[in-house]
């Protein structure tokens, strides 16, 4: 079993719809996890950091699933600049990158 | 100041020439990171500076060198590389050297290696 698993999509929605993407991990110890955005040809940036159940921060939303070693990330009314690659990040003494997650929000 | 710079954006080599790329931070941070990221593909960790002190080295091949001359600036030096080196090289540095805490990338230098 990989250390973090992602669905690589793509994930193809509306402008307006609520997209959601989980992410599994393997170590049942990892305390923290972030989620970082990546656009085409640019460099990941940190979307949002899960230290207890959950986090949000505006159309986002992070949840931790403790017990079933899943972190989810929602985005409620998709923007067209929402599209991106969405990379699920475990750190263990260094990050572990899932695959990442394609969205993208068609007009 | 809350960002990672790196230079150049760009870099075309031949398998022959010597380069460098540049990464500064004036953040203060205390770890440094070299990421490798080929397309479609999460990045991969190279090299890990924690207090100016090379840290962790992901078997890394020889024809990557890394020196850190100071708490701001990583450099990466390159020699003799493959076409397969060709990739995006990514900067990163986070406050604390735990390697748990979150991570502040730079833009990045598209390496194309003839």
């Known amino acids: 079993r990989k250390e973090v698993e992602q669905d690589p999509g793509p994930f193809n929605v509306p402008e307006g719809a609520t997209v959601a993407f989980n992410c599994t991990y393997s170590n049942s110890a990892s305390q923290s996890f972030f989620w970082y955005r990546q656009d085409c040809r640019k460099e990941p940036k940190l979307l949002m950091s899960v230290y207890s159940s959950g986090n949000e921060d505006g159309r986002f939303t992070a949840q931790l699933n403790r017990a079933s070693q899943y972190i989810s990330l929602l985005i409620r009314d998709s923007k067209l600049s929402d599209s991106a690659t969405y990379l699920c990040?475990?750190?263990?003494?260094?990050?572990?990158f899932g695959q990442g997650t394609t969205l993208q929000v068609k007009p | 100041d809350t960002e990672v710079t790196q230079t150049p954006k760009h870099l075309v080599m031949g398998m022959t020439n010597k380069k460098s790329l540049k990464c500064e931070q004036h953040?203060?941070?205390?770890?440094m990171y070299w990421y490798k990221q080929k397309a479609k593909k999460p990045p991969e960790l190279m090299f890990v500076?924690?207090?100016?002190?090379?840290?962790i080295n992901e078997s890394v091949p020889s024809r990557f060198s890394p020196e850190c001359p100071n708490s701001s600036l990583l450099n990466l030096h390159l020699h003799a590389l493959q076409p397969e080196d060709s990739a995006l090289y990514l900067c990163?540095?986070?406050?604390?050297?735990?390697?748990?805490?979150?991570?502040?990338f730079g833009p990045g230098t598209r390496l194309t290696v003839l």
């Open positions: 990163a540095s986070s406050p604390w050297t735990s390697g748990n805490n979150e991570q502040f």
């Open positions: 500076y924690s207090y100016e002190k090379l840290s």
């Open positions: 953040m203060g941070h205390r770890a």
């Open positions: 990040v475990v750190p263990e003494g260094k990050l572990i």
